[in-house]
């Protein structure tokens, strides 16, 4: 299309071509996208994207024969999954940047995973949560949040209290703007096992933040992920809280017993339980405040708070 009688660079016939090959890798024609590039590359060498589009698209090339030989739908999806991690080491070796050409290939290979996976859930007698978490990671990084979202939620159903799916759905939330969604589950996702979330893996700049911050006061990588749910606390961070479910302050009750006693015996741990301790303490108050409960045992937690972690106490009240 003219602009101001110039042609655009989406006129160029190279770029309409790079842009036919892009939606052959889409559709995994690996042999026709390269043809494509290669040409591109006979009437300009130095035309952006090209070179790495016939890098990349040779890589799944040599990989055809390998991909057919799988024995069930399971098999094929945990191949394509491996071959993805192999693709990005082979970019980092060949300096192959993370373009539209490896984003399209992206596309197809995950797609690809997604049904496969899919096959192989429906194909079995009892739900797998391992492969519908599987499903949901893939439409996670594709950036197609809504789609994980409702992938997170059905395997949530069968087990309710994963923290590393409670964390990844609380990401997903985040992601499309459902900020009291997200901050509810991931509180909760903290609060039921800390050391089960991969950071690594959690797009929200929120979490970063509160890690961030708890490596401030904390100072030690390896114990910091235990803390950031204390911190979340006494800074704010997880200002929203869900209804208690019932028979829960009875449990709660007795986790914090159960805490207590791990935590004035076994003195190696201590440093992980303190933290877990300490937000058991918090969920106990934010319990009992909601629910209207006894407030002598509201001040009891926070006096049981102060002994353990004078500075924690002083900030919380603060």
């Known amino acids: 299309m003219e602009n101001g009688g110039q042609l655009t660079f989406e006129d160029d016939p190279l770029f309409i071509k790079q842009n036919k090959a892009h939606k052959f890798l889409e559709e995994g024609k690996f042999d ?6 290669e040409s591109i590359i006979i009437e300009n060498p130095n035309f952006p994207g090209a070179n790495d589009g016939i890098k990349a698209s040779k890589f799944w090339v040599s990989k055809k024969n390998k991909l057919k030989k799988y024995f069930t739908s399971y098999d094929k999806g945990k191949l394509l999954l491996k071959e993805w991690k192999d693709f990005e080491k082979y970019m980092n070796k060949n300096h192959i940047k993370h373009g539209r050409s490896t984003s399209s ?17 429906n194909e079995g007698i009892v739900p797998d949560t391992a492969i519908l978490i599987q499903i949901g990671d893939l439409f996670k990084r594709l950036g197609n949040y809504e789609k994980a979202i409702d992938v997170y939620e059905y395997a949530r159903g069968f087990n309710i209290e994963d923290s590393s799916l409670l964390a990844k759905l609380g ?10 969604k997200a901050k509810v589950l991931f509180r909760e996702a903290f609060f039921l096992d800390p050391g089960q979330i991969e950071l690594d893996k959690i797009e929200s700049p929120f979490i970063h933040m509160l890690y961030k911050k708890t490596l401030a006061s904390v100072n030690d990588p390896e114990i910091a992920v235990y803390w950031m749910p204390v911190i ?16 829960e ?5 007795n986790k914090i017993k159960n805490l ?15 933290p877990k301790l300490l937000n058991h303490y918090f969920w106990l108050i934010d319990t009992l405040k909601i629910v209207a409960g006894s407030k002598k045992e509201i001040e ?13 106490f002083t900030q919380y009240l603060e």
């Open 171 to 180: 990401d997903c939330y985040f992601s499309i703007d459902e900020t009291s």
């Open 32 to 37: 026709k996208a390269i043809v494509l590039f």
């Open 232 to 247: 979340a606390e006494v800074k704010g961070a997880f200002n929203v809280k869900r209804e208690p479910k019932k028979g």
């Open 300 to 312: 009891k937690s926070l006096q049981k708070i102060n002994n353990i972690n004078p500075e924690i």
């Open 105 to 121: 290939i992206q596309k197809f290979i995950f797609c690809d995973v997604i049904e496969s996976f899919a096959e192989a859930y």
């Open 249 to 253: 302050l009875e449990e709660l009750r």
């Open 260 to 274: 207590e006693d791990e935590y004035n015996t076994n003195r190696k741990k201590r440093m992980y339980i303190e």
